[in-house]
């Protein structure tokens, strides 16, 4: 979502969103050779700029092996969250707020687990405040390639700014292409409160 197509009066920055997932499965039988590593995220900005606060899950397979692992960056750092276990099928929900252009906060719960945990993030380098002008609810390949993750549904969806709620109804969707190739196709369903991404293939 595009915080400026809101025409919010006064305007404001975006500054939490939120949603639950279950961690999919990776299915290795339709792999790539080597490793692939896929994200699934919510985020404040980075749209078009690299001001970005995110966090979510990943997994990581390299041939019949996959872990599971969670994680948080303010561009360009990221870090791994040991502390917070993360198998598939595990349902997680994630909360990224900024009360700061340089500070921010993660809040992540395993509900398999019952473990919750809470850490701040800041601007690395003190140059790259977040700009709170999008939030995004995304499948990222980080790699060259994409593992077969079948479908994940981003649900339970809420973002906002200081004074407004923001929901799906202006949200847009953009397929992860590669080389021509579509690789994930992504659905927005307001009406659900719902972003669903579905696997297409692996480059």
């Not at 997994?59 to 502390?83: L, R």
């Not at 473990?115 to 690395?124: H, L, R, T, W």
């Not at 002008?133 to 499948?139: A, G, K, P």
């Not at 969806?157 to 109804?169: P, Y």
């Amino acid at each position: 979502v595009e915080v400026a197509s809101l025409k919010l009066n006064p305007p404001q920055p975006a500054n939490s969103v939120f949603a639950e997932w279950k961690v999919p499965a990776i299915n290795t039988k339709t792999s790539e050779p080597g490793t692939q590593i896929v994200g699934f995220w919510v985020g404040l900005g980075g749209y078009t700029t690299n001001n970005l606060l995110q966090a979510g899950t990943a997994s990581t397979s390299t041939g019949s092996s996959v872990s599971y692992w969670a994680w948080t960056e303010w561009f360009p750092a990221g870090y791994v969250i040991d502390s917070l276990e993360i198998q598939a099928g595990d349902t997680v929900s994630v909360l990224v707020c900024a009360p700061e252009t340089d500070h921010g906060y993660v809040s992540m719960m395993n509900h398999r687990t019952n473990q919750a945990i809470s850490v701040g993030v800041s601007d690395p380098f003190g140059t790259s405040p977040y700009d709170g002008s999008t939030v995004e609810w995304i499948v990222e390949a980080i790699d060259t390639e994409m593992p077969n993750f079948g479908t994940v549904a981003f649900t339970n969806i809420t973002a906002g700014t200081q004074n407004d709620t923001i929901n799906l109804t202006d949200a847009f969707s953009l397929n992860t292409v590669s080389g021509g190739k579509t690789l994930a196709t992504g659905k927005v369903l307001a009406s659900q409160n719902e972003v669903e991404v579905i696997w297409d293939a692996a480059i």
